[in-house]
DNA sequence: CGTGTCATGTAATCAGTTACATGATTCA
DNA sequence: TGAATCATGTAACTGATTACATGACACG
């Protein structure tokens, strides 16, 4: 299995919903699917570039009154194949490095206040994101009432809201545990 | 924050524990961080020669009888010195890319089977890495009885039987509310 | 005789991030 | 005046993976 632009199919997926400029991309990601994707501009207007050679998308400038114009890409037909192509593949999981749970397997090492601390540094992240979720269900859900892919939408945040609501019960048992443990402060 | 090298901190890690050839740090990492950390040949060795001349290891051949050669690399105190600096660092946390929930996001234009068949081979996936966790514990406490660090590492283990206990559940419910939905096989 | 394990390493390739450059407009 | 937003793009860098090369030994 060699090397997947993985962006790429996120910048087609992203264009499915409606011809978009590069900068309309950049603030989708951050709206709707920040909680598990992310795409950097250096990884969009080449992408985008590269996508039109290919024939996946065409662009059009929008003159605008004042500001910089705008590049607005358009999925072709062969993109919208592609891209459909690749939604209907199954999906390959490989789980991720994961920093926090490297230096606690050193945690022998470490004092036990310093990782009382990480651990509860990441249970306050955890907390907010939660806080996220919520706000984002109740706003999903007034605002896109009806809409064919809410459900879909509600999903991926359930998913984040499970791992979420795991990763806070581990930091609680953790920082429990800890309290037993003879540090070595 | 610039670009930091995390395998170089992983492997000096791991020689903290005792001194080791690259191979050995391969195996080390399959046997026992697989489950949240990763490290390939490819990177393993370019970085300990590298590490070598930051004067962060030391290493010997070793020969062998019959076999190749060993070069068996050890930490420095300035090597030493370095990743305690590290591993008191506070772990910066980014939520990894999700590619199941990137298709997820788009399930509109998908088919109900083709959406049930990802989440059950996702939920397959969980429910393997449960059952090597289990295994693992008590492996880990059979094995390690006593050892200053076997409360660490089941701490990390914890953490992979929350998230995969928490993704489990998810999918199950996932695949029950997509019974309710009008799909379009 | 072929497969697997031990063992070290290089080469090719890329995906992805960060920082920089540019510039108009709006708003406090 | 200066920050924020809109908007597009490039350059530099590097972390990381995969595939390849090499070779001995053991085991069935």
């Keep these: 299995m060699a090397k997947v632009n993985k962006s790429r ?13 590069g900068y309309d991309i950049k603030k989708m990601t951050e709206v709707s699917i920040a909680h598990f994707w992310s795409e950097s501009f ?5 992408n985008l570039r590269q996508l039109e050679r290919d ?3 065409t662009s059009r400038l929008e003159p605008q009154t004042g500001a910089r114009d705008r590049r607005v890409y358009t999925l072709t037909d062969e993109g919208e194949r592609v891209f459909q192509g690749w939604l209907r593949e199954p999906v390959d999981y490989a789980p991720p490095r994961n920093e926090l749970l490297l230096k606690l397997f050193f945690g022998d090492q470490l004092s036990g206040t310093n990782i009382q ?10 907390q907010t994101r939660l806080d996220t979720y919520d706000g984002l269900v109740t706003w999903l859900q ?9 459900p879909y939408w509600l999903m991926t945040l359930s998913y984040g809201r499970h791992l979420t ?4 019960d581990w930091s609680e048992e953790s920082l429990a545990g800890l309290e037993h443990l003879p540090s070595s402060d």
Tied chains: 1, 2.
């Design 117 to 126: 601390a990480k651990i509860a540094t990441f249970k306050r992240q955890q």
């Design 9 to 21: 199919y996120a910048i087609l997926g992203i264009l499915s919903l409606g011809p978009k400029s």
């Design 165 to 168: 609501r795991a990763l806070l």
């Design 142 to 150: 007034a605002e896109f009432a009806g809409h064919p892919s809410l």
């Design 42 to 46: 250096g990884q969009i207007y080449p």
């Design 55 to 57: 024939g996946l998308v």
